[in-house]
């Protein structure tokens, strides 16, 4: 094919750049009033009060540490559990299993799984009912499960949600660690299934899946729908401390939501240092461990556990989404009977009328966020790959620093610079509308989106583009007609998945909406605090069930577009 233009080197550039920059002014909002200069509050002067109330706040030092706390173990305990798994069944039925469970699982929204675990380990949840018989109770014990002052019901609700996203990753990164020929050698050597597994395969997985494990660092250290509904409330992790200061009537409280914004940024910076610590104290430990001949042979009995937390999280997330099914559909139901005695549509009958505004809004905002990602990420690829040269056995890569903005705002904390967004929106007098909901969805969404679409984007055989140009096709009609349908399969997945991430987003759909714009999100959140486990279900069901269809035309689409071309099907 002919020379790429010159100019296609600057579109990603431009694309990660227009992506990035709403992180950059949101931090920006956040910095001034932080340090007291707000004019439309009255702010005229640089001052470090805010600082100073923040100070004295109750309970500070307890909510830093726990949300320090949950960014760290909730992704330490996903990773090793990641890791263990392919480790001992890398190659076999288990993962091949796992791997055709991932889309349903990846459409549970975080709140809708946070709701089904609650249903599931609460006093009066399944799993008390089903002890209930046993252990003779006839109410629900006195127990401080859901909200434990430790957050341990909020970490488990994270793990359950970021086991089956890292699994997703480190799928996709697996063929390029050459896993077989790798164990193979391991193998030869003497060493056992797992030892060999992690001392020569998982450094390389882990190296490609590094960011991504960072942004669940950030993510679960930050938090807001799980905790709210699984966290403890005394105290509330910073993130929730920081919603409630910014929800406050008092509008002289947006300028110690601010500080308290720069401290939650001073954690997950915190969070995202250890991490890196751990990191290399672990490549340490398995350095030494190879150096001194630890071949690990006899790792049956580990191999035999290996799975067990990975079919947790996963038999957490369908027992979860079971219980909002019961829930939803349940008449009277009492302690300590297992099943509802009876079920109706009552319920049903009486939310959707009100879910329709908020269910209507959620798809829009959820297909445009989506599409509008797809194309971008696209565009950017696209240019990236047909102005890098390309040398045999190779394929491009991103360059750092136009990763690093497009990866931002998965590293930089949404309560952080959201709020900054939200200050500066309302002191500019813009209306919440749809369009300004879309392009802040868009900003979480394009990222998810690229993770899932370049590595398979890049590794595309190039040789197809070149019979089309020798056919007398131009760039443009290689890609729409080549490139496109070849990848149809990814591209659709990508789409499905920045779809579930739109309809999952809870903050930002919070401030930016101003409570005039509605998501079925925001509305089951809001019912964390009634109580009303059949409306609760309700919401949460159909929260999962929207990107789920989506999920499934991504399935099925490419089957039924290729169904003339078996080679393409599953291309």
């Known amino acids: 094919m002919s020379p790429a233009p010159t100019g296609l080197r600057s579109v990603p ?264 610590w751990l990191e290399r104290a672990g490549g340490a430990i398995r350095e030494r461990l190879a150096n001194h001949g630890r071949r690990l042979s006899r790792d049956g009995a580990l191999r035999a556990g290996a799975s067990l937390p990975v079919v947790l999280a996963g038999l957490s997330l369908v027992l979860g989404l079971f219980m909002l099914v019961l829930w939803s559909f349940s008449g009277f139901w009492s302690f300590p009977d297992p099943l509802p005695p009876s079920l109706s549509l009552s319920t049903w009958t009486r939310a959707l009328p009100r879910v329709e505004d908020p269910l209507v809004t959620t798809a829009l905002v959820a297909a445009l966020s989506g599409l509008i990602a797809l194309g971008a990420v696209i565009l950017m690829l696209e240019t990236h790959r047909q102005a890098t040269p390309r040398m045999a056995g190779s394929r491009p890569v991103l360059p750092a620093l136009i990763a690093g903005l497009l990866y931002l705002p998965l590293i930089v904390p949404q309560i952080a610079f959201v709020f900054g967004l939200q200050i500066l929106v309302v002191a500019s007098g813009a209306e919440p509308s749809l369009w300004l909901l879309v392009a802040v969805h868009l900003v979480f969404v394009a990222p998810y989106v690229a993770l899932a679409l370049v590595g398979p984007w890049f590794a595309l055989e190039p040789r197809y583009e070149v019979v089309a140009a020798s056919l007398g096709h131009g760039r443009l009609d290689a890609l729409l007609r080549v490139r496109v349908p070849l990848l149809l399969a990814p591209i659709l997945t990508s789409f499905a998945i920045g779809f579930a991430v739109s309809v999952g987003q809870y903050l930002p759909t919070v401030l930016i909406g101003a409570g005039r714009l509605t998501t079925i999100t925001t509305e089951a959140v809001a019912l964390a605090s009634g109580g009303n486990r059949r409306v609760i279900g309700v919401y949460a069901l159909l929260q999962t069930i929207i990107p789920a269809l989506v999920f499934l035309v991504a399935s099925l689409l490419p089957g039924l577009a290729f169904r003339s071309r078996r080679g393409m099907e599953g291309a």
């Open 13 to 276: 550039w431009i694309v990660s750049s227009l992506l990035a920059a709403p992180v950059a002014v949101g931090l920006a909002g956040v910095i001034l009033p932080a340090f007291g200069y707000l004019p439309a509050l009255g702010g005229e002067a640089f001052t470090l009060d805010p600082f100073r109330d923040l100070a004295v706040q109750s309970g500070l030092l307890g909510s830093s540490l726990l949300s320090l706390a949950t960014g760290l173990i909730t992704t330490l305990v996903s990773v090793m559990a990641v890791a263990l798994f392919l480790a001992a069944y890398a190659g076999s039925r288990p993962v091949r299993i796992a791997r055709r469970a991932l889309g349903p699982l990846l459409a549970i929204p975080h709140a809708a799984a946070a709701f089904g675990l609650a249903f599931l380990i609460a006093p009066s949840g399944l799993l008390v009912r089903l002890a209930a018989g046993p252990l003779g109770l006839e109410r629900p014990p006195d127990l401080l499960i859901v909200g434990d002052p430790f957050g341990l019901a909020m970490m488990a609700g994270l793990i359950a949600k970021e086991v089956p996203f890292l699994l997703l990753v480190a799928f996709a990164a697996m063929p390029q660690a050459d896993p077989e020929r790798r164990t193979m050698l391991a193998r030869s050597l003497g060493y056992g299934r797992m030892a060999a597994f992690l001392f020569t395969v998982w450094p390389a997985v882990y190296r490609q899946i590094r960011l991504p494990v960072l942004a669940v660092v950030a993510f679960a250290s930050s938090v807001v729908d799980v905790a709210l509904i699984l966290g403890p409330s005394v105290p509330p992790t910073l993130a929730v401390r920081l919603l409630e200061w910014m929800g406050d009537p008092d509008l002289s409280k947006r300028f110690l939501a601010s500080a308290g914004a720069l401290l939650q940024l001073a954690v997950t910076a915190a969070a995202l240092i250890v991490w890196i």
